[in-house]
């Protein structure tokens, strides 16, 4: 967890109780009774998730690779970067490189971590860690039966474009995106330092 500079005050919840109210192969819903920082007692729904990876594979140092995508919640195709939920505590690297491989058919020889983020902090537990992936190779994709989906090379310059005129707009890519535009690319990063 990261250090705040200054916490002038405790707002800390305790949990009372929990019930599951929910499980499936993605969802698992939870109501927990909690105690509040007066002492009154109120409800969190809340969706326990194991978090994920998402990663912006570059062709080179212009062009990243899209997927091209429909979601269903929303009835729509959407743009984005590769990303999937990580496996009970399998680390953050090991499912970037892994999704990568099964969504798009390609390796990367180096990998960088560029942030963690909390995306739905108001009812949801996950997590997303971005990497950076360069030196592609293309093997071949190994995508679920389920998973359709179109890969194709975009200029970051195209890419930064969609995000202003809203054609990219899926969170974790605007997110992603955006975090390699301002920040740029990190050290390379290791198995056990993407825990």
């Known amino acids: 967890m990261a250090a705040f500079p200054h916490l002038p ?5 305790h949990q009372v109780d929990s019930e599951q109210v929910f499980k499936g192969r993605l969802l698992d819903v939870r109501r927990d009774t909690v105690c509040l920082p007066d002492g009154q007692h109120t409800v969190r729904e809340y969706i326990v998730h194991n978090g994920a ?7 080179d140092d212009e062009t990243v690779l899209l997927e ?3 979601r269903y919640p929303n009835r729509r195709h959407y743009y984005e970067i590769p990303a999937g939920k990580l496996e009970p505590d399998e680390p953050p690297l090991q499912a970037a490189q892994r999704e990568l491989l099964e ?5 990367a020889a180096d990998w960088q971590q560029l942030a963690t983020l909390h995306l739905c902090i108001a009812y949801s537990t ?3 860690a971005f990497f ?3 030196g592609l190779t293309f093997k071949a994709h190994r995508r679920d039966e389920e998973e359709f989906l179109e890969t194709m090379p975009v200029s970051l310059k195209q890419a930064y474009r969609w995000i202003e005129e809203g054609i990219i707009n899926d969170a974790k890519t605007v997110a992603g995106l955006l975090w390699l535009k301002t920040m740029g690319p990190r050290p390379a990063v290791t198995a056990a330092s993407t825990d």
């Open 103 to 107: 969504e798009t058919g390609y390796v």
């Open 9 to 13: 005050h405790d707002f800390t919840e």
């Open 126 to 128: 996950e997590r997303i």
């Open 132 to 134: 950076l992936a360069r």
């Open 53 to 59: 990876a998402a990663i912006i594979p570059l062709l």
């Open 68 to 70: 091209y995508q429909y």
